[in-house]
């Protein structure tokens, strides 16, 4: 009995010994996906600054460079009428200038996301797809009287816009539908469409990988907006379904 007991107070230490080290392991691999995450974040905002200053240098500077050729100094000694079109000239070039930078502004935050909200700029996207005429895109929002806030309408918004860009490019689908709704304290949206996609082992797989940039940029917003997403494909095997889910009150 002894004998007994000391194996089993042996084997008791030795058990909590590994769900220690269990733990420990959990918790350093949850401290290296938090980093994968910020890593993915810092590059996608990184990578969009780059873009929108080499915008900035190769469009805007120009034209602002050119339209200060028409202003210089010596437009004083030129004559009324030369003075008026050098004004002119100049004048077009600071709208075209103006016009790029409104583009630009665009890109970073939709004036239809942020005048009129999350729905409104969804069904302005799926009208450009439907116009095109090569998919059949549709659109639905059953319940979106208040409006999350603008930080998390930009997160989904960017989120919504990548799934829906890779669906194009890469699934072939013949149509894609897009619905919101809510249940009880849950906001959620759905994606379904009929072509090639990809189901929840693929993105667990690629979405910390270097080359997986899109699917890192879609889980670093999802985390920070502390949802969930799910990649399936329907019992029917017919079409794919994306899910997001996200708690209403969670802050960010």
Same mark, same amino acid.
């Given at each position: 009995?002894?004998?007994?007991?000391?194996?089993?107070?042996?084997?008791?230490?030795?058990?909590?010994?590994?769900?220690?080290?269990?733990?420990?392991?959990?918790?350093?691999?949850?401290?290296?996906?938090?980093?994968?995450?910020?890593?993915?974040?810092? $590059?996608?905002q990184?990578?969009?600054? $780059? &873009?929108?200053?080499?915008?900035?240098h190769?469009? /805007?500077?120009?034209?602002?460079?050119?339209? &200060?050729?028409?202003?210089?100094?010596?437009?004083?000694?030129? #004559?009324?009428?030369?003075?008026?079109?050098? %004004?002119?000239?100049a004048?077009?070039?600071?709208?075209?200038?103006?016009?790029?930078?409104?583009?630009?502004?665009?890109?970073?935050?939709?004036?239809?996301?942020?005048?009129?909200?999350?729905?409104?700029?969804?069904?302005?996207?799926?009208?450009?797809?439907?116009?095109?005429?090569?998919?059949n /895109?549709?659109?639905?929002?059953?319940?979106?009287? &208040?409006?999350?806030s603008?930080?998390? #309408?930009?997160?989904?918004?960017r989120?919504?816009?990548?799934?829906?860009?890779?669906?194009?490019?890469?699934?072939?689908?013949?149509?894609?539908?897009?619905? $919101?709704?809510?249940?009880? @304290?849950?906001?959620f949206?759905?994606?379904?469409? @009929?072509?090639?996609?990809?189901?929840? @082992?693929?993105y667990?797989?690629?979405?910390? %990988?270097?080359?997986?940039?899109?699917?890192?940029?879609?889980?670093?917003?999802?985390?920070?907006l502390?949802?969930?997403?799910?990649?399936e494909k329907?019992?029917?095997?017919?079409?794919?379904?994306?899910?997001? #889910?996200?708690?209403?009150?969670?802050?960010l």
């Open positions: 009995m002894f004998t007994l007991a000391i194996a089993l107070v042996v084997f008791i230490v030795f058990y909590q010994r590994r769900i220690i080290q269990y733990q420990m392991k959990m918790q350093r691999m949850e401290e290296e996906q938090q980093k994968l995450l910020l890593a993915a974040s810092i $590059q996608s990184e990578e969009e600054r $780059q &873009r929108i200053a080499a915008d900035l190769d469009d /805007a500077g120009p034209l602002l460079a050119t339209a &200060r050729l028409y202003l210089n100094e010596n437009l004083v000694h030129q #004559e009324v009428t030369t003075q008026l079109q050098a %004004i002119f000239s004048k077009q070039i600071i709208d075209e200038a103006i016009q790029l930078i409104r583009n630009i502004s665009h890109s970073l935050m939709p004036s239809t996301l942020k005048n009129f909200g999350l729905e409104s700029a969804i069904n302005d996207v799926f009208q450009k797809i439907n116009g095109s005429g090569s998919i /895109a549709s659109c639905r929002f059953h319940d979106y009287r &208040r409006r999350l603008t930080e998390k #309408e930009l997160l989904l918004f989120i919504i816009q990548e799934l829906i860009n890779n669906t194009l490019k890469h699934s072939h689908a013949s149509f894609i539908h897009l619905i $919101q709704g809510r249940n009880n @304290d849950q906001f949206i759905r994606i379904h469409h @009929d072509g090639y996609g990809i189901t929840q @082992d693929t667990e797989k690629y979405k910390i %990988i270097p080359e997986g940039l899109g699917l890192k940029n879609i889980h670093s917003r999802v985390k920070i502390k949802a969930n997403i799910t990649f329907d019992p029917s095997q017919t079409y794919f379904k994306i899910s997001i #889910e996200l708690p209403l009150e969670a802050p």
